[in-house]
């Protein structure tokens, strides 16, 4: 009998995500789980969380922890010990090699770099978005240009990996712009940059504003361009390129968001968190007050779930692989043995390949440089 997907050691969970949905503000191109000016809601969260990590039974060991949201460093310094003692409770600390946080400019402080210093932290993630004070407005953040350099300073000092989060492509952004904020966080000396286009996601604001008229995207060419600018200004900045959106100086990739992008499995709390764990992919209520009223009543969080078969693990992992500059091995099927499965996915592959998104290279398969600004589309050909 062949080894199942489900029952080898690399299916237990490596990673765990908490979720903290609340904000100061709703960016208006801002999709995720948030619930913004509710923070009287914030200990009721915390209670619920604690009963949703009682789901665990008993402490897990993990190598990587995020804390996203939202924003985690909205908390003030006791609702943030109550958090991270938690996690800690459930998630000891041997064997944990990454603690990220993810975190807004205008909530940084040394008190608070020093609290979360304090219980482990050694990644911080920034919503900077950008340190163009007309952008900053138009995505409706609410830091300034000057408080993003502040808080980037701070954060160097006393943390060893800080990552930045930039957007490009916002509405009458100039190829020019985007340069300023890439020239201004490599000479910042940051060592991780995440850079994505502006999106209008259905649900959001933004999307509404796009629909009635009163915002406009960008032109797509433009767009493709500052991709390749960041692509090009980054690389020869000393970044590996390491994932579609994701650059890294000194080997400093996100490992927490590599056990995503290898397919590996990871545990999620929190409203709107969402988890794979024995071959069963779910996501938590996004409603927080609903997510907090159900557990106060002993019922699940749970809102959604589905068991995968290891034909659709199968299927994920290659999609989800092949979101990595360096792609997948050729030999990613022969875990199990899916002969009709294996032919349909090479025949897409060669497809792919023979149009230039995709190309072999050294026993691997992985996306061309033009492959890399349409990868989205390409992904549904191999469900």
Same mark, same amino acid.
């Given at each position: 009998?062949?080894?199942?997907?489900?029952? $080898?050691? #690399?299916?237990?969970?490596?990673? #765990?995500? /908490?979720?903290?949905?609340?904000?100061?503000?709703?960016?208006?191109?801002?999709?995720?789980?948030?619930?913004?000016?509710?923070?009287?809601?914030?200990?009721?969260?915390?209670?619920?969380?604690?009963?949703?990590?009682? $789901?665990?039974?008993?402490?897990?060991?993990?190598?990587?922890?995020?804390?996203?949201?939202?924003?985690?460093?909205?908390?003030? #310094?006791?609702?943030?010990?109550?958090?991270?003692?938690?996690?800690?409770?459930? @998630?000891?600390?041997? *064997? %944990?090699?990454? !603690?990220?946080?993810?975190?807004?400019?205008?909530?940084?402080?040394?008190?608070?770099?020093?609290? &979360?210093?304090?219980? +482990? /932290?050694?990644?911080?993630?920034?919503? *900077?978005? $950008?340190? =163009?004070?007309?952008?900053?407005?138009?995505?409706?953040?609410?830091?300034?240009?000057?408080?993003?350099?502040?808080?980037?300073?701070?954060?160097?000092?006393?943390?060893?990996?800080?990552?930045?989060?930039?957007?490009?492509?916002?509405?009458?952004?100039?190829?020019?712009?985007?340069?300023?904020?890439?020239?201004?966080?490599?000479?910042? *000396?940051?060592?991780?940059?995440?850079?994505?286009?502006?999106?209008?996601?259905?649900?959001?604001?933004?999307?509404?504003?796009?629909?009635?008229?009163?915002?406009? #995207?960008?032109?797509?060419?433009?767009?493709?361009?500052?991709?390749?600018?960041?692509?090009?200004?980054?690389?020869?900045?000393?970044?590996?390129?390491?994932? %579609?959106?994701? @650059?890294?100086?000194?080997?400093?990739?996100?490992?927490?968001?590599?056990?995503?992008?290898?397919?590996? $499995?990871? &545990?999620?709390?929190?409203?709107?968190?969402?988890?794979? !764990?024995? *071959?069963?992919? +779910? /996501?938590?209520?996004?409603?927080?007050?609903?997510?907090?009223?159900?557990?106060?009543?002993?019922?699940?969080?749970?809102?959604?779930?589905?068991?995968?078969?290891?034909?659709? !693990?199968?299927?994920?992992?290659? %999609?989800? +692989?092949?979101?990595?500059?360096?792609?997948?091995?050729?030999?990613?099927?022969?875990?199990?043995?899916?002969?009709?499965?294996?032919?349909?996915? =090479?025949?897409?592959?060669?497809?792919?390949?023979?149009?230039? &998104?995709?190309?072999?290279?050294?026993?691997?398969?992985?996306?061309?440089?033009?492959?890399?600004?349409?990868?989205?589309?390409?992904?549904?050909?191999?469900?």
């Amino acid at each position: 009998m062949k080894e199942s997907l489900f029952s $080898s050691p #690399a299916s237990k969970p490596v990673s #765990a995500y /908490v979720h903290i949905p609340f904000c100061h503000h709703h960016c208006g191109y801002c999709n995720f789980t948030l619930i913004a000016g509710r923070n009287e809601l914030i200990d009721a969260y915390l209670d619920a969380l604690a009963l949703d990590l009682e $789901s665990l039974r008993a402490p897990r060991l993990v190598s990587t922890i995020f804390v996203g949201g939202g924003t985690p460093s909205l908390l003030d #310094a006791r609702q943030t010990e109550r958090l991270f003692d938690l996690l800690q409770t459930w @998630f000891p600390g041997t *064997g %944990v090699r990454e !603690v990220s946080i993810e975190v807004n400019p205008n909530d940084v402080t040394r008190e608070k770099a020093s609290l &979360w210093k304090s219980f +482990g /932290v050694n990644r911080v993630s920034v919503g *900077g978005q $950008s340190f =163009q004070a007309d952008k900053l407005k138009i995505l409706e953040r609410n830091h300034s240009p000057e408080q993003l350099r502040d808080s980037l300073v701070v954060l160097q000092e006393m943390f060893p990996r800080v990552s930045l989060d930039l957007i490009f492509g916002a509405p009458h952004e100039t190829l020019e712009g985007w340069k300023y904020d890439l020239d201004s966080a490599t000479e910042l *000396g940051i060592s991780h940059l995440s850079t994505y286009g502006l999106t209008f996601d259905k649900g959001s604001r933004f999307w509404s504003m796009r629909e009635k008229g009163i915002l406009e #995207a960008v032109d797509e060419e433009l767009e493709l361009k500052m991709y390749q600018l960041a692509r090009q200004q980054l690389m020869n900045a000393g970044f590996d390129h390491y994932e %579609v959106s994701n @650059f890294a100086r000194n080997s400093e990739h996100c490992l927490h968001n590599e056990t995503y992008w290898n397919g590996g $499995s990871y &545990w999620a709390f929190g409203a709107g968190a969402a988890y794979f !764990v024995d *071959g069963r992919r +779910g /996501v938590k209520h996004r409603s927080t007050t609903t997510y907090i009223k159900r557990l106060m009543r002993g019922e699940s969080p749970i809102a959604e779930e589905q068991v995968l078969t290891e034909e659709q !693990v199968l299927r994920e992992r290659f %999609v989800f +692989g092949m979101r990595k500059l360096r792609g997948v091995e050729l030999s990613w099927l022969e875990f199990a043995h899916f002969p009709e499965l294996k032919q349909a996915m =090479q025949t897409q592959i060669e497809r792919h390949v023979a149009e230039g &998104w995709m190309e072999y290279d050294q026993g691997r398969v992985k996306l061309t440089e033009a492959g890399l600004w349409i990868s989205d589309s390409l992904w549904p050909h191999y469900f």
